[in-house]
């Protein structure tokens, strides 16, 4: 069959046009579909951002649901330079006077110098000891012992390293100490005179407990870069010696073996980092709740803002928020309003409801806090404020374990159903549009086929209407 490739070439129609209008005829069922599944694409959008506001909403109370929150202490010394304080009790509160006369330190010891890095020294095998030296005196110009006594500390065991051929060199030594993991760094420092480059090695650890005796079997000029017993010959230079920390809290002396130092006051912790004396108060870290307090209040009103959007109606476009009318958004919204108005058990002189400390609702449905009153709950008792929001440990009670409780379920049951399904309509209008987009492919392909068939044939007879002119003509002309 002959074909045309321009419709309506050969029947001089606009068959074209004619045929894009029925095709846009025939595709208003797809686009009724893709509005559908946009309306329903925005929708499942609306529930992203709920989920979203919900999950600042859910961290901000299960900040205020640890009851850590509720106990800890911060510490403020009088003089700056000495040391910092926290505690999670608050039976730490108080006034102290403390007095840090020295700072735990690592020993270090340092070699002598060798003229060169790569250079064979001498091979054997190194024993590392860890443990206190006791007694005697230090030299302070050689960095060395007389007289002292070295204990070796049984919880930290002994570390042998073998030195050959691969790695006897004083870089293949400092590689071999540092991978040993035997409570030492080792690192190579050049004074820059004419044998520059020496051992230096440092405990990892602070304390007295923390000093180096180094025992070396093997040759001559190992042994005498190497061996150091403080008790007996040594071959290092002492340049720091282990140290613990030495204070004394409100006239009691206190020793650690780290700057770090634990529950000298009851549960808090020190961190020392100068010496000197310093008066320390431990307040309440009311200031850290009542900002907890104002996160949960704020996520709560965005929630309450996000909301108010997504069911927004424009009277005068006449359009509609995705979430218009929607059953979950409005039982969620009730389910958390209802939480946060019902009051909690507590004890007697706990706090039960959110306007004892000056958070309560206003008539749009947010919540504001009237600042003063929440200082003074604050500051009055803050046990009965902690007991609001979070109860004892292990137990449910509380605003904050609640809501935080609320939105793990909201997530897990009610929003999920309801995202899932909209999603599955979703993909059932997905399916529709491909089954409707093949039908309509295939209406619009039959009337081009039509279309090309009325070409052709029109186009025939116009061709056979010519000559059949031609012919007549001619006959004419001949008779005259």
Request: proline share 1%; hydrophobic share 40%.
């Amino acid at each position: 069959m002959a074909t045309i490739t321009s419709l309506g070439v050969g029947a001089n129609l606009d068959l074209a046009t004619l045929l894009t209008k029925l095709e846009t005829a025939e595709s208003q069922p797809l686009v009724a579909l893709q509005a559908k599944a946009k309306s329903y694409t925005s929708k499942l959008s609306a529930y992203g951002t709920i989920q979203s506001a919900l999950g600042t909403l859910q961290a901000a109370a299960k900040k205020l649901g640890d009851p850590t929150l509720f106990q800890s202490v911060t510490g403020t010394p009088t003089v700056s330079g000495i040391l910092s304080a926290s505690s999670t009790d608050v039976s730490s509160a108080g006034s102290y006077t403390i007095d840090v006369s020295q700072l735990a330190q690592a020993q270090t010891l340092v070699s002598a110098g060798q003229v060169d890095t790569k250079t064979a020294i001498g091979s054997g095998k190194i024993t590392i000891d860890l443990g206190a030296i006791t007694g005697g005196t230090l030299n302070a110009a050689t960095g060395q012992y007389t007289g002292a006594a070295f204990t070796a500390d049984a919880s930290q065991p002994a570390k042998s390293i073998t030195i050959d051929s691969s790695n006897n060199t004083l870089e293949g030594i400092r590689k071999a100490i540092n991978d040993a993991n035997a409570g030492v760094t080792a690192a190579i420092v050049s004074d820059g005179s004419g044998a520059p480059n020496r051992l230096v090695l440092t405990s990892t650890a602070t304390g007295e407990k923390s000093s180096m005796r180094i025992s070396v079997d093997g040759d001559a000029a190992l042994q005498g870069l190497l061996n150091n017993d403080p008790a007996g010959t040594q071959n290092l230079k002492q340049t720091a010696a282990a140290q613990n920390a030495k204070l004394n809290v409100n006239g009691i002396d206190v020793t650690s073996a780290t700057n770090t130092v634990k529950d000298a006051i009851q549960g808090t912790t020190l961190t020392l980092v100068g010496t000197g004396k310093t008066g320390l108060a431990m307040k309440e870290n009311s200031a850290g709740v009542k900002t907890a307090i104002n996160d949960f209040v704020k996520a709560y009103n965005s929630l309450q803002s996000t909301a108010k959007t997504l069911t927004a109606y424009d009277a005068t476009t006449k359009t509609a928020a995705a979430l218009v009318g929607d059953s979950t958004l409005r039982n969620l919204q009730t389910r958390i309003r209802q939480a946060l108005t019902t009051p909690q058990a507590g004890g007697v002189n706990d706090m039960k409801v959110l306007t004892e400390i000056g958070v309560a609702f206003q008539k749009d449905g947010t919540l504001a806090v009237d600042s003063d009153k929440l200082d003074k709950a604050l500051g009055a008792n803050l046990k009965g404020v902690a007991n609001l929001f979070s109860s004892a440990t292990g137990s449910t009670g509380g605003y904050g374990k609640q809501i935080d409780a609320i939105v793990t379920d909201l997530n897990a049951n009610a929003l999920k159903v309801a995202s899932d399904g909209v999603t599955s309509t979703i993909k059932k209008l997905d399916d529709q549009y491909d089954a409707m987009q093949v039908r309509v492919d295939s209406t619009v392909d039959r009337y081009r086929k039509q279309f090309n068939q009325l070409d052709v044939l029109i186009g025939k007879l116009n061709n056979t209407k010519s000559y059949l002119t031609q012919q007549f003509d001619a006959l004419t002309k001949s008779s005259k």
